[in-house]
């Protein structure tokens, strides 16, 4: 499955969005055969047996915190917030990339997009659902986490409607489930190719159910063009909300550090970094794992570092402007909260936060660093990095020393944080690996569409 | 199993019938051994029934119960017990449920009484408020009383005799009592001696009186590790007999406090308290109606309040006091070591102050309880040199019964035992084994007795080095008397009956002094009976227990007339690393060191808990090369103990505090593991400052819960500080509310507007709103190690800030509680809106509906919020659900919870109110924190009524608001401090 053709090599240096050389049925045999393989590679089961010890150390993990409270974090008075929304804020970040690949660069017309979307929306899906784990876990009584949904209670009480939290419960909720939707649309066809292609009765059924009666009509192309494309459009605004509103939740405080009309760009920005970044992190090693080469080339790699770089200037721009704005503003308590991070208790995580998320990428402008997959993939693997220090730069700092200095104190991770983390990550790497066994990771009919597409041109 | 006969059923029927339906309950136990009784359970319950008989197990209880609700049916539906179940037909006279009582009786500390109102809820008490009538108390109560109502549901408390170790009874105990007793009588108690601690009370004089004068060669021996050896030592020589001398504070212009915490330690502290802050309010020109100049070792509260700080080791005091003694013409004084520069400045400025026109009389100088018999001595004669008797300073005799030296006491005593003639000694209170001068080594001394019996509150160290521990009774379980710093006696009434088998100190001397088998009551009662009293003793009996105090009980001022000879001056004990042994600011001398309440009530200053530390100044700590939180060894004459080191601003150098009463190790779970034992330093010679200590380092760390790690104010207007000398020290002029732009109309608040007021330039830092409040909403106890996470419950915090150079700061507090902000940045961001503002402007928590977010604390600028981040209220344990204010939620786990203004209470006087259909008056409501402060620097009340204290006091140029520039609007402002500097020591 690794070998590697010499149409694949002449794509590397033309910077295709295809390899040359493929036609309909090699596009399709290539990527279903990854499903549809009777032998599941033994690389597979390792990874996923260790994506799902991590996985489980999640349940036990969150067992432990319904049955003793939220006190088996290191959260604590001042430091409200730590990891927990940390994480929340990451995943939520991370998660960006899918629907921005999809529907943003399918309105715009960017052909490259085809090979990489289906992985990154399904990448969002799974982001997401890792996310949208830790509000409710971060809460006091977790069980009662429906008291912030507006349901008809019989007590007549409804959620406060002015809390930044009550606005991210619609934001992240409607974000998933338009994702799901747009994801689960995008697959119908490949379904249908998948059932068609099935040899084993059970996939016959299943995939005969999701396909949803596919018959590759002209009807049905004309319907799934036009949807896809509302879909789509749908999508668009939902990227940049949902960061802008989980970013309202430090915004709208009063706390130094957080009450900044910045963060609403700064955030999505740093969204689209982190989402990009962790695209490139699991897309490499697949590319090389599947033997992907000709429909995850070279151009593809070179265009998302692109993305990288200017995504992550934009960051830079956030950072400084904060440093600014606490000069500038005359602002004592905002001068603190940016000495503090230059010199406080937590600074080398702030100048950490400076080499992985800005200094490194730097690199990516030039061309023979894009041209080295393993330096990409570290690149991409520190912005990883240095967006979760971004995230506890912005949480635990601001809040640990704010206003009164009597109130100041210090936070510590425990055990447990670490584990729910390293969980989620679990839990991520395992919805990953099914996906890669079940489903096909990149778009079949589109890649289709493009083959069609660039022999017309060669033409 | 045998054949069941063909109708059990009817078998049981037939047996039942014949008991009649009345006695059917009681039957049941003698019906179950009965054959026909097994077979029916066979019949009924065939598998369970052939489980061996002998284990109870879930099933056959089950079984038995499913049995005795079938045998209930047969014979009439009977639902009410036998025994006699009383309706509330007639309840007890004013008890009305749902409504508290407060009965009035008196605490003791180190024997001295505080007068103070309990209050009850259906006869369980739940919190102790001062009692406004008694002269100890004026209203106010101290940490250490309010924290005594944990005590008294202490789960660790001595519940049962035992006897080795082994649990006994009573009877058991008392015939071994008695038998020791009729040996000791054969020799008329020459080997019986009987320990106690101080004893005011005028029963137990007598009682003592009683069994010395039935054991004739017997010996009455007291022992408190804080005691008051020097005062009376000095009192001796100077007017040749035990005087105890009280200040009027409210009298004096100037004070200097030698060594003296008068604010927060020794008998009469609360009354100096609130006399020091009612003179402390500005005069006419906007400084402080006093002055005060502490010259002190370790650095205390009352040094924090002074406008002139100086920190000297306890050798250079002396040496000041012996030269101001001289200034002020006293012979005796001698020749004194010379006086460095910087404290011959301070000589001058001060003897220039004291002897000022017109301050004749208006001068008190307090010499602290460290300081040598020469030097308290000097200091009375000094004061009546300043003409300060009988006006600042008034003279009663001493109010203990047969005041002596006590560590002289203990040390006869100890000598007796160490030879082994003694047969018996009873130990009456107190924890010797623990707290004795570790040169006695009391312990083995105590060994060396044939029979050891101990009567205490826990069974502690002392009870374990005794074969036989009896539970005493705590002081609200029992009848007793005792006298105020002033010699007022209080009544002391028990609230609730002995939750355990314990029996009072008065029993125990009863048995002692052949009166057995007389309840205290009976005790009490008889003894001022016995009294020449008026003619109507019930009456005058009624009112005594109702006013809590014995009026004119007093005894009659001295007219005190020094007459000093020579004076023996001891050495400077100033060699080496000295030594300072306090008595602990929240644990006391150890006696509440399983007071979760007082373990976890940040000390004043450090904002420790749970642990005791060395206390170092930071240029002591720099050349030592030690920090914070270090272990070290600290030896001493050979002995050492293993302790943290944490340095201290302001503290003077070459010098360790340690505070007593930490090390502990038996008696409790709460006192397990904190701290280390200073007692195993102290010796009688030296029982307050020892010289030529060294410290050792151990390389190790020893972790230590601090609850406020910042005392920076970073250039932060927080607490604003008025000094006439220098203008406003912060540059901002306090006074009148900043006006903020809003984009929304003002919320009317037609009703009330609660608000409070908090005077900074009267606040002491003293603690006693802490655990007011903990007391009153049911605050839980988190435990060091949550402490050191940050998670410590407090809704009301006393900030405490430094300002200056560190080898001598400025230090400032500030009570920090809930400021019920009227844009309160809480209430926008909670997503389920269970924080919300009332029509009266409080910020209201709704427990019930918060879902744990942390987001209001999280945007809270003053980081009142306090989470229940685990399960920290005690569910579980009996006798701490009898401590609940029942008027206050208890919490759970994943709640937020913060000060409420006492909702309970205001909601309490509005119902009042208006069921007599007018508005709360003034000062009807009264928040915990305010009625515990004995400085009455906080004020609660309607901010709409310009009439009203508070309203007043936010009119004042001083009010503020802290973080005014966030337009919260709080509702809680602060009144700044004020300094009254004396020119001669602010120049250069």
Redesign the interface.
């Known amino acids: 499955m690794t070998q590697t053709n010499p149409a694949s090599e002449r794509a590397a240096e033309t910077h295709d969005i295809v390899g040359s050389g493929h036609t309909f049925g090699s596009v399709t045999d290539k990527i279903s055969s990854i499903v549809q393989t009777t032998r599941t590679p033994k690389a597979w089961y390792v990874g996923f047996t260790i994506s799902f010890a991590f996985l489980m150390l999640l349940m036990v993990s969150v067992a432990w915190l319904f049955v003793?409270?939220?006190?088996?974090w290191?959260?604590?008075?001042?430091?409200?917030?730590g990891v927990d929304i940390v994480n929340f804020v990451w995943w939520i970040g991370i998660g960006h990339a899918g629907t921005l690949i999809s529907a943003i660069l399918l309105l715009m017309r960017q052909q490259w997009r085809t090979s990489i979307n289906r992985f990154a929306e399904a990448m969002t899906l799974f982001a997401v659902s890792c996310a949208g784990l830790y509000p409710i876990l971060?809460?006091?009584?977790?069980e009662?986490?429906y008291?912030?949904l507006p349901y008809p209670s019989t007590m007549g009480?409804?959620?406060?409607f002015?809390?930044?939290?009550?606005w991210d419960?619609f934001a992240v909720s409607t974000y998933a489930t338009v994702s799901a939707l747009f994801w689960f649309v995008g697959l119908i066809p490949d379904f249908a190719t998948l059932r068609d292609r099935a040899t084993s009765t059970t996939g016959q059924v299943i995939y005969g159910i999701l396909a949803m009666g596919w018959r590759g009509s002209a009807r049905h192309w004309r319907r799934y063009e036009q949807a896809y494309l509302l879909l789509a459009a749908l999508a668009t605004p939902l990227v940049v909300s949902v960061h802008t509103i989980v970013s309202f939740?430090f915004a709208?405080?009063?706390?130094p550090g957080w009450h900044t009309t910045i963060f609403p760009p700064y955030f999505v920005a740093g969204a689209i970094f982190a989402g990009f970044a962790m695209v490139l992190t699991i897309m490499l090693p697949l590319r090389a794992a599947y033997g992907l080469e000709d429909f995850v080339t070279l151009r593809h790699i070179r265009n998302m570092c692109y993305v990288l770089l200017a995504s992550g200037l934009i960051v830079a721009y956030g950072y400084l402007m904060e440093v600014f704005f606490a000069w500038y503003s005359g602002n004592?308590y905002e001068a603190?909260v940016i000495l503090n991070r230059f010199y406080g208790p937590y600074a080398w995580l702030y100048w950490a936060l400076i080499l992985t998320n800005i200094v490194i990428p730097q690199l990516l402008w030039f061309s023979r660093v894009r041209q080295n997959l393993l330096v990409v993939w570290l690149v991409a693997m520190s912005v990883n990095i240095g967006m979760w220090l971004e995230r506890f730069v912005i949480i635990v700092i601001s809040?640990h020393?704010?206003?009164?200095?009597?109130?100041?104190?210090?936070?510590t991770p425990t055990f447990w944080d670490w584990s729910t983390f390293f969980g989620t990550i679990g839990l991520f790497c395992s919805l990953l690996f099914l996906f890669l066994r079940f489903l096909p990771m990149i778009s079949i009919f589109e890649m289709r569409e493009l083959v069609h597409h660039v022999e017309d041109e060669a033409h | 199993m045998t054949h069941p006969p063909k109708d059990a059923r009817g078998a049981v029927r037939a047996a039942l019938a014949r008991k009649g339906g009345r006695e059917l309950w009681r039957s049941l136990d003698e019906l179950a051994g009965t054959p026909a009784f097994e077979q029916l359970l066979a019949d009924e319950f065939p598998r369970q029934a052939s489980e061996p008989m002998d284990a109870v197990s879930r099933r056959k209880f089950l079984g038995l119960m499913g049995a005795s609700l079938a045998l209930g049916g047969l014979s009439g539906c009977i639902k009410q017990p036998l025994e006699t179940i009383v309706p509330y037909v007639r309840p007890p006279e004013q008890l009305v449920p749902g409504t508290p009582l407060f009965f009035a009786t008196a605490a003791t500390l180190g024997g001295y009484a505080t007068g103070i109102l309990v209050e009850s809820h259906e006869g369980r008490p739940t919190k102790i408020e001062g009692n406004p009538d008694h002269p100890a108390s004026l209203g106010a109560v101290d940490a250490f009383t309010q924290a005594s109502i944990l005590s008294l549901y202490d789960p660790d408390r001595s519940q049962v005799v035992t006897h080795d170790a082994q649990i006994s009874t009573w009877d058991a105990l008392l015939a071994e009592l008695e038998a020791a007793l009729a040996a000791a009588a054969q020799d008329k108690g020459a080997r019986l001696r009987l320990l106690t601690g101080t004893v005011t009370s005028p029963t137990m004089a007598r009682q003592l009186e009683l069994f010395l004068a039935r054991f004739p060669a017997a010996r009455w021996h007291q022992y408190e590790p804080v005691n008051r050896d020097n005062s009376l030592a000095g009192a001796r020589l100077a007017f040749g007999e035990p005087l105890s001398l009280l200040p009027r504070l409210d009298a004096a212009d100037v004070i200097l406090a030698l060594d003296c915490d008068f604010l927060a330690c020794g008998p009469g502290h609360i009354r100096a308290t609130r006399d020091f802050a009612a003179k402390r309010q500005p005069v006419a020109t906007g400084v402080p109606g006093n002055r005060l100049y502490a010259l002190e070792s370790s650095p205390s509260i009352t040094g924090a309040k002074a406008d002139h700080r100086l920190p000297l080791a306890p050798g250079r005091i002396a040496a000041f006091a012996r030269h101001l003694a001289r200034r002020l013409g006293i012979a005796a004084a001698g020749e004194p070591p010379a006086l460095d520069e910087g404290e011959a400045r301070w000589l001058d400025a001060i003897a220039t102050d004291l002897t000022a026109q017109g301050r004749r009389g208006h001068t008190a100088i307090l010499a602290g309880e460290q300081l040598p018999p020469a030097i308290h001595a000097l200091v009375h004669a000094a004061n009546e040199a300043l003409g300060n008797f009988g006006s600042t300073l008034f003279a009663i005799p001493a109010v203990e019964h047969r005041p002596e030296n006590q560590t002289e006491s203990l040390r006869q005593l100890v000598t007796e035992m160490m030879s082994g003639t003694l047969d018996t000694v009873v130990v009456l209170g107190g924890n010797p084994v623990y707290d004795a001068p570790a040169d006695l080594h009391f312990a083995e001394a105590l060994s060396r007795v044939k029979r050891r019996f101990r009567f205490g509150l826990y069974e502690d160290e002392t009870s374990a080095a005794c074969q036989w521990h009896g539970p005493e009774t705590h002081y609200l379980e029992s009848w007793s008397d005792a006298r105020a710093f002033d010699g007022t006696v209080s009544l002391v009434q028990p609230l609730i009956a002995p939750l355990y088998s314990g029996r009072s100190a008065h029993e125990v001397l009863a048995i002692l002094g052949g009166q057995a088998g007389q309840s205290s009551h009976d005790l009490v009662k008889s003894h001022w009976k016995s009294q020449a009293s008026p003619p109507d003793f019930e009456a005058w009996w009624q009112k005594a227990l109702h006013d809590g105090l014995i009026r004119d009980s007093a005894p009659a001022q001295a007219t005190p007339k020094s007459t000093l000879a020579k004076l023996d001056f001891p050495e400077d004990p100033g060699h080496g690393l000295e030594l300072l042994f306090r008595a602990d600011p929240t644990i006391y001398d150890g006696r509440f060191a399983n007071n979760g309440w007082l373990q976890e009530l940040p000390k004043p200053l450090t904002k420790l808990t749970w642990d005791n530390a060395a206390l170092i100044a930071p240029a002591t700590a720099r050349k030592l090369g030690l920090a914070s939180e270090d272990a070290v060894t600290i030896e001493l004459d050979g002995r050492s103990v293993r302790a943290p080191v944490f340095i201290v601003p302001g503290h003077c150098e070459g010098a360790l505090t340690l505070h007593l009463g930490y090390g502990r190790w038996q008696g409790g779970r709460s006192l397990a593991g904190a701290g280390f034992n200073a007692y195993a330093l102290r010796s009688t010679a030296a029982p307050w400052n020892a010289g030529g200590a060294r410290v050792g380092r151990t390389g190790e760390r020893w972790e230590l819960a601090c609850t406020q790690l910042h005392q920076n104010m970073k250039g932060r207007d927080l607490v604003r500080v008025e000094s006439p000398a220098q203008g406003n020290d912060h540059g901002h002029h306090a006074g009148g509310e900043g006006h903020h732009p809003s984009m929304y109309p003002p919320v009317p608040y037609p009703g009330y507007a609660w608000g409070m007021a908090i005077d900074l330039n009267s606040c002491v830092g003293c603690n006693s709103c802490v655990v007011a409040c903990q007391s009153e909403n049911n605050i839980p106890v988190v435990g060091k190690d949550q402490v050191i996470r940050g998670r410590e419950m407090h809704w009301i915090r006393v900030d405490t800030y430094h300002e200056g150079p560190p080898e001598n700061p400025r230090t400032y507090h500030q009570p920090v509680p809930c400021m019920h902000c009227e844009n309160a940045p809480c209430e926008v961001v909670c997503p389920v809106g269970a924080t919300s503002h009332s029509e009266e402007g409080l910020n209201d928590m709704a427990y019930n509906r918060c879902v744990g977010t942390k987001y209001c604390s999280n945007n809270c600028p003053y980081k009142v919020r306090r989470f229940n981040f685990l399960q920290y209220s005690d569910y579980e344990t009996p006798s701490l659900k009898m401590l609940a204010n029942p008027n206050v939620t208890v919490r759970s786990l994943g709640v937020m919870e913060k000060c409420t203004f006492c909702v309970q209470r205001i909601n309490a006087g509005r119902i009042k109110a208006e069921k007599e259909d007018r508005r709360v008056t003034d000062g009807e409501i009264v928040s915990a924190c305010q009625a515990a402060c004995p400085a009455q620097a906080i004020v609660f009340g309607d901010v709409n009524d310009p009439a009203s204290r508070v309203s007043r006091l936010k009119a004042q140029q001083r009010n503020y608001s802290l973080l005014e520039e966030l337009n919260a609007k709080p509702r809680t402002t602060y009144l700044s401090t004020l300094l009254n500097p004396n020119p001669a020591l602010t120049k250069g």
């Open positions: 003793r409270g939220i006190g088996i290191g959260i604590n008075i001042p430091v409200g917030w971060h809460l006091g009584r977790p009662y986490f008291w912030l009480i409804w959620p406060q002015r809390s930044p939290l009550m419960v939740d709208v405080s009063v706390i004592h603190h809040l020393q704010d206003f009164l200095p009597s109130s100041w104190g210090m936070y």
